[in-house]
């Protein structure tokens, strides 16, 4: 059945479909499901987002069926009402997604790259490495179990087979050095 054939009996499919006959509904889905998908997809230029519109269209349709009154011989104008309503909803809300996106996007990204900052920031990690590289074996592990791995001093005691006083005490030593170097890069 074309558009135009169901044009004829729209009314009375129309007043079929009203009162829950879904076959009459069925028929007046392929008579103008084309014609509504290509006027969607002509608005919001994308075909899945057609077919939604095509979709929420015609569900609109068939809640709204036993209230209207069918001014004309066919149903086509009513339903283009729906689908452009519904293709301007689809539209501003990728508008928006597309503004949430672009915003998450600029506050991730600085507004500028402090080149010398991050030349410092580099050259201090290095020295901090190469200070806890000459640490004896010991230490290094103190200070990856408690300062890196968050492990409170018995803990890491328990597992390095040492007292808790050995812990605080090399730690404390591994601190002060670290906060050598860390103050000696402020002054260069």
Same mark, same amino acid.
């Given at each position: 059945?074309? #558009? $135009?054939?169901?044009?004829? #009996?729209?009314?009375?499919?129309?007043?079929?479909? !009203?009162?829950?006959?879904?076959?009459?509904?069925?028929?007046?889905?392929?008579?103008? !499901?084309? *014609? %509504?998908?290509?006027?969607?997809? @002509?608005?919001?230029?994308?075909?899945?987002?057609?077919?939604?519109?095509?979709?929420?269209?015609?569900?609109?349709? /068939?809640?709204?069926? *036993?209230?209207? $009154?069918? @001014?004309?011989?066919?149903?086509? *104008? /009513?339903?283009?009402?729906?689908?452009?309503?519904? !293709?301007?909803?689809?539209?501003?809300?990728?508008?928006?997604?597309?503004?949430? =996106? %672009?915003?998450?996007?600029?506050?991730?990204? *600085? @507004?500028?790259?402090?080149?010398?900052?991050?030349?410092?920031?580099?050259?201090?990690?290095?020295?901090?490495?190469? +200070?806890?590289?000459?640490? &004896?074996?010991?230490?290094? $592990?103190?200070?990856?179990?408690?300062?890196?791995?968050?492990?409170?001093?018995?803990?890491?005691?328990?597992?390095?087979?040492?007292?808790? #006083?050995?812990?605080?005490?090399?730690? &404390?030593? =591994?601190?002060?050095?670290?906060?050598?170097?860390?103050? &000696? +890069?402020?002054?260069?």
């Amino acid at each position: 059945m074309t #558009g $135009e054939d169901a044009g004829r #009996g729209d009314a009375a499919l129309v007043a079929a479909a !009203a009162s829950g006959d879904e076959s009459a509904f069925r028929l007046l889905y392929r008579a103008y !499901a084309r *014609p %509504v998908y290509w006027f969607a997809h @002509s608005l919001v230029h994308d075909t899945a987002d057609a077919e939604d519109v095509l979709q929420e269209t015609f569900l609109v349709a /068939w809640r709204k069926l *036993p209230g209207l $009154e069918l @001014s004309g011989d066919s149903l086509l *104008p /009513w339903l283009v009402t729906i689908c452009r309503f519904h !293709a301007a909803n689809r539209l501003r809300r990728r508008q928006r997604e597309r503004r949430a =996106v %672009v915003s998450v996007v600029d506050e991730q990204i *600085p @507004s500028r790259v402090d080149v010398a900052g991050e030349v410092v920031a580099g050259a201090l990690v290095e020295r901090i490495l190469s +200070e806890l590289a000459g640490l &004896s074996e010991l230490d290094r $592990e103190i200070f990856r179990l408690c300062a890196t791995d968050g492990l409170a001093y018995e803990d890491a005691a328990a597992r390095l087979g040492v007292s808790h #006083g050995t812990v605080r005490n090399r730690l &404390s030593r =591994v601190r002060t050095r670290l906060r050598a170097v860390v103050g &000696s +890069e402020d002054t260069a």
